[in-house]
């Protein structure tokens, strides 16, 4: 081989040599330049948290009632249609009066009759008493007159029968006393009954209501017992729901307020104001009422969000996602250090609240800042970088 192929040949191996080396710098500088973490940094946030259930619930007016005539005949008085507002007190409807007048006034006179003959059986008793004392004079007259011989056998029998004849009298007078009080007595009970029907055949609003049905128009006949309308107060609402048995002893009625929501924003609180005795069996659930706030605008029927605080207060937290599950139902959170490395705390949750978890141990965590996002890449010692500090 020449000088000049061996010259091409050292040439080419220092090449190699030269490659070789420049690729082992280059994986050497990888290695110098760490990979940063992008995160989001905040400290812990003081909140108020809320234990609390959605449901959903029917309002419902608390005074309502469906009005029935109590008497038979024709509604010849009809003063309300469907969405007229009444007063309690204020005549609804009547039913043809005539009829009861008449009834009411003959029951009076009854009662003036059945009066005057007990007055005549008291009298007749009287009358009765005055001749049984003759016939008792008589009979022991002639009681002594026979026994002294002086008088026949059938003259004293005569007298002894008038004698106890007087005494059946006076029985049947009193019976016929005792017969004429019952008879006033059930002339006056008639007279009450004939007053209440009169008055039964005007109906008047049992309470400030608004009419939201009409079954009967005026002149038509209707029956005792049949519906005529339908009475609201929607003036004092409440609403009714049922729950999952697994809350029942969280739930204290006077006590457990719930939050009224309208598009997800709260219009106003009040409390549970009954709860149920028992839970029912089958759906294992209970059922709750809620007074309806004044100003919470709702009406009858409508489907109410609601939301139940089983409880309520201020404390410390972090969104629920910063907080990471480990072994043993432990959960851990990522704060960063004056090197920018990331490092674990244990923590302990509390309440979760919508985005956010309570912090129980938050005390001896108020100094640092924690990653929210970007924790699923990060380790003990990662380095990170805060792209949005708070």
Do not use: H
Request: with cysteine; charged share 30%.
């Amino acid at each position: 081989m020449g000088r000049f192929s061996k010259l091409l040949a050292l040439l080419a191996v220092a090449g190699v040599v030269s490659g070789l080396v420049g690729c082992r710098n280059q994986k050497e500088d990888k290695k110098v330049a760490e990979r940063e973490v992008r995160v989001t940094l905040e400290p812990l946030q003081k909140r108020v948290f809320r234990q609390q259930i959605p449901v959903q619930g029917t309002v419902w007016p608390v005074e309502y009632a469906t009005i029935s005539a109590k008497i038979s005949g024709t509604l010849e008085l009809l003063k309300v249609d469907e969405g007229d507002v009444r007063k309690k007190g204020d005549t609804l409807f009547g039913i043809d009066r005539q009829i009861l007048k008449n009834q009411v006034t003959v029951q009076e006179d009854a009662i003036k009759v059945k009066k005057a003959e007990l007055e005549s059986s008291k009298i007749a008793l009287k009358t009765a008493e005055i001749t049984k004392r003759k016939a008792e004079l008589d009979y022991e007259r002639f009681l002594r007159l026979w026994q002294s011989k002086a008088t026949s056998q059938s003259e004293f029998e005569t007298y002894e029968t008038n004698f106890k004849k007087a005494e059946m009298d006076i029985q049947n007078a009193k019976a016929a006393i005792i017969n004429a009080e019952a008879q006033l007595k059930q002339a006056e009970s008639n007279l009450v009954i004939a007053r209440k029907n009169l008055a039964d055949s005007v109906i008047t609003a049992p309470f400030d209501c608004i009419v939201t049905d009409k079954y009967i128009e005026e002149n038509e006949y209707v029956s005792t017992g049949q519906n005529i309308m339908k009475l609201e107060n929607q003036k004092v609402l409440e609403v009714i729901c049922y729950i999952s048995a697994v809350y029942y002893d969280q739930v204290v009625p006077g006590k457990t307020q719930v939050r009224f929501l309208i598009a997800g924003e709260e219009k106003g609180r009040g409390p549970v104001t009954y709860k149920a005795p028992s839970i029912d069996p089958e759906s294992r659930t209970f059922k709750l009422k809620i007074l309806v706030p004044e100003k919470v605008p709702l009406v009858s029927g409508m489907l109410c969000d609601l939301s139940i605080v089983l409880q309520e207060k201020e404390a410390y937290g972090l969104p629920a996602d910063a907080l990471l599950l480990r072994a043993n139902d432990r959960y851990i959170v990522y704060a960063v250090d004056p090197n920018n490395r990331a490092k674990s705390f244990n923590v302990i949750r509390g309440i979760v609240d919508g985005k956010y978890c309570e912090v129980v141990n938050a005390a001896e965590l108020l100094k640092e800042r924690f990653v929210v996002t970007g924790q699923t890449f990060v380790n003990n010692g990662s380095l990170l970088r805060a792209i949005n500090q708070k």
